[in-house]
């Protein structure tokens, strides 16, 4: 295959390219919708950092912003109602909120590229996907019909899809489930960007084809020293990929940690229930544990603590205080490198 | 593909024969008569009013007409007028393409006008220029189209003389503006309306997100992935408003003095010329018939979820 031996060569210039910014780094990014009812604050503060080659994991509920988030680095949010009052969200250290919509149009799908959750809805019905992909040549390259045809044909076999070339002239309908996720996937490598968001890729494909599809794109990655942010709510999945989690609860970062100290040790109370509410084979029988309560309208979030009201260990100043994003030390004071939570009660919840 | 054609253009037949007899039968129980309408106020003769009809066939039970009058068509005769002594495929002939010039009109005016209009404002939903519309769109729908075509004579004919009132030549399209735009202003208003909703429904759509997340130009996102998914039920509503905009043309016709099919159909109803009427509305079944099939292809063609077996 020529087309990875090329790429192969790829990563080193990537990685040091003159300055030592992040990849991506979101700073204090705060969006909201304004509805009839009020403003909802989708997303309230999150910082987060992905290096090339990295794999972020966003976990969270419904609702927890982590897909916003999502949207407001690819710049797809729908503004209005949504509206970013504060934040910066700076690519290879410039500032995406600032740049004039046509430059970040240019970003979009070449630099940073996103896989959507439901591969039928968002592949267009009446256009084959040859079509699809073969578009991404031909905007941002500016590729003949033709030419664009044959990077498609090239894309498909990449992401595996077989005969490709037979599939190309097909419409999105007549893929299985996971045949259409994999030319998401091939759409959004097209351009081999710098960084892939990948909002809950996975959750429409039944287990065994989530596998594949989750092994396809990490594999990709690693090919192409891409930064990755993978969105999920399937602890499961985010396990075998993911370098670093971060956990949103009412869109704010509760917890950041490399992905192993957050399986083994959480540091937010939050953390220990999404945890815990996972069935385990060597719990058969005994009732499967459920965090209690709803997560909150976003309309009026709970003062403190957003996740006072459900927390089995909330106490008054959860009620009344906010608490910051403090840095997790071991017991002794040692740095847990990575590790932080926005929990008063962190050192007992950590070192129990 | 080929066989759905067939099949369709089978189903034509009940669907004329059924409409033929309808209309036949109708004009059948229409009181009055045309022989009798020849003599108008003069003092009739029994005896010569039958003599007339016998030789016409009137006098034939009701199926045995139509038989014959079927039999006529079949060999291409659609009969003849019998106050002027026309072949009613010549009063057909004559009348038809004026009619049609102006129903192609008022059908691109339609569409161009229609569609357009329902863009700007799907596009902006909820926005001044989106509500107007529908405002536009709701009088439009609501006001009878005798009523919009005499106020809009009166106005842009005798107030302000932009236009003439009466259409005295039927080859001039600017004699044939003012009446286009009356007859094709109700489906104006739906198809605005519907390009509207699907525009601003679809403008919600996963793939035109996908399509904004791929760094697509605007122009690219709205004229390729939203206008495709959008314009499809308005096409359906098209093909069904071409057959409903020559029904609407007799009434147009009349307010402008045009002397089309729909002059051709009224004449012929006050003489009780059956065979007049039945010829021109059966062609108006055909036609409508036609536009509907091409319309399910073309479907098929917009989308391909949708085969034909």
Redesign the interface.
């Known amino acids: 295959m020529t087309i990875i031996d090329n790429t192969s060569a790829v990563p080193a210039p990537r990685a040091d390219d003159g300055n030592s910014a992040p990849l991506l780094e979101v700073r204090d990014l705060h969006v909201e919708f304004h509805t009839r009812d009020g403003v909802a604050r989708a997303v309230n503060g999150v910082n987060y950092t992905v290096d090339a080659g990295e794999t972020l994991a966003v976990l969270g509920e419904s609702g927890s912003g982590k897909s916003v988030t999502a949207q407001a680095i690819m710049g797809i949010l729908d503004m209005p109602p949504g509206r970013i009052p504060q934040g910066e969200i700076l690519f290879r250290g410039q500032d995406m909120l600032k740049m004039s919509a046509e430059d970040r149009r240019k970003i979009r799908g070449s630099k940073i590229a996103m896989i959507f959750q439901d591969a039928l809805s968002s592949l267009n019905p009446v256009l084959t996907v040859g079509y699809q992909l073969g578009e991404m040549f031909r905007v941002h390259e500016g590729l003949s019909k033709k030419e664009a045809k044959a990077k498609a044909i090239e894309l498909m076999d990449q992401v595996k899809i077989p005969a490709a070339a037979a599939r190309v002239n097909d419409y999105p309908h007549q893929f299985s489930g996971g045949m259409r996720q994999r030319i998401m996937i091939a759409m959004a490598l097209a351009l081999e960007p710098d960084l892939i968001i990948a909002d809950e890729p996975t959750t429409a494909l039944d287990v065994t084809v989530q596998a594949q599809v989750m092994d396809l794109l990490a594999e990709l990655q690693r090919e192409y020293h891409m930064g990755l942010i993978l969105i999920t709510h399937d602890l499961g999945v985010v396990a075998d990929v993911a370098d670093k989690i971060a956990v949103m609860y009412a869109g704010r970062i509760v917890e950041t940690a490399p992905v192993h100290e957050l399986y083994k040790r959480p540091a937010h109370p939050y953390t220990r229930g999404l945890l815990d509410s996972i069935p385990r084979l060597d719990q058969k029988g005994q009732e499967l544990y459920a965090i209690q309560g709803l997560p909150p309208n976003l309309l009026k979030i709970p003062t403190g603590c957003a996740f006072n009201p459900r927390c089995p260990k909330a106490q008054d100043i959860c009620r009344t205080d906010t608490p910051p994003l403090y840095d997790v030390t071991e017991r002794d004071g040692g740095a847990l490198p990575g590790r932080r939570s926005a929990c008063h009660f962190w050192k007992e919840q950590i070192h129990g | 593909m080929g066989r759905y054609v067939a099949r369709r253009l089978l189903q034509m037949i009940p669907v004329f024969l059924g409409s033929t007899l309808l209309i036949f039968s109708m004009m059948y129980a229409l009181p009055g008569d045309p022989v009798r309408a020849l003599y108008g106020e003069q003092a009739i003769d029994q005896a010569q009013i039958a003599e007339i009809k016998r030789s016409l066939g009137l006098d034939k039970p009701f199926l045995l007409q139509y038989w014959d009058y079927l039999t006529g068509l079949f060999q291409g005769d659609f009969g003849t007028q019998i106050a002027s002594q026309q072949p009613v495929a010549d009063v057909i002939a004559d009348a038809f393409p004026i009619t049609a010039r102006l129903t192609i009109f008022a059908f691109l005016f339609t569409v161009v006008v229609g569609i357009t209009l329902g863009v700007v404002a799907g596009l902006r939903p909820d926005t001044l220029v989106d509500k107007s519309l529908l405002a536009l769109t709701l009088l439009l729908i609501s006001v009878p189209s005798f009523v919009l075509g005499y106020a809009f004579q009166y106005f842009f004919a005798f107030q302000l003389g932009w236009v003439d009132p009466n259409v005295n030549d039927p080859e001039n399209y600017g004699q044939l503006l003012l009446p286009a735009i009356v007859l094709g202003s109700l489906s104006l208003a739906y198809v605005a309306r519907l390009t509207r909703t699907s525009i601003a429904e679809n403008l919600?759509?996963?793939?035109v997100?996908?399509?904004?997340?791929?760094?697509?130009?605007r122009r690219?996102i709205v004229g390729?992935?939203l206008m495709?998914?959008s314009l499809?039920p308005v096409v359906t509503f098209l093909g069904s408003d071409l057959g409903a905009l020559m029904g609407g043309a007799v009434v147009t016709e009349g307010i402008f003095n045009v002397r089309g099919v729909g002059y051709t159909v009224y004449e012929a109803l006050s003489r009780r010329e059956g065979s007049t009427v039945v010829g021109v509305v059966t062609l108006i079944v055909i036609i409508y018939l036609v536009c509907s099939l091409l319309v399910d292809l073309l479907y098929a063609v917009?989308?391909?979820?949708i085969r034909y077996a």
């Open positions: 919600r759509a996963d793939y997100r996908t399509a904004v997340a791929k760094g697509l130009p690219r390729v992935h495709r998914n499809i917009l989308d391909p979820r």
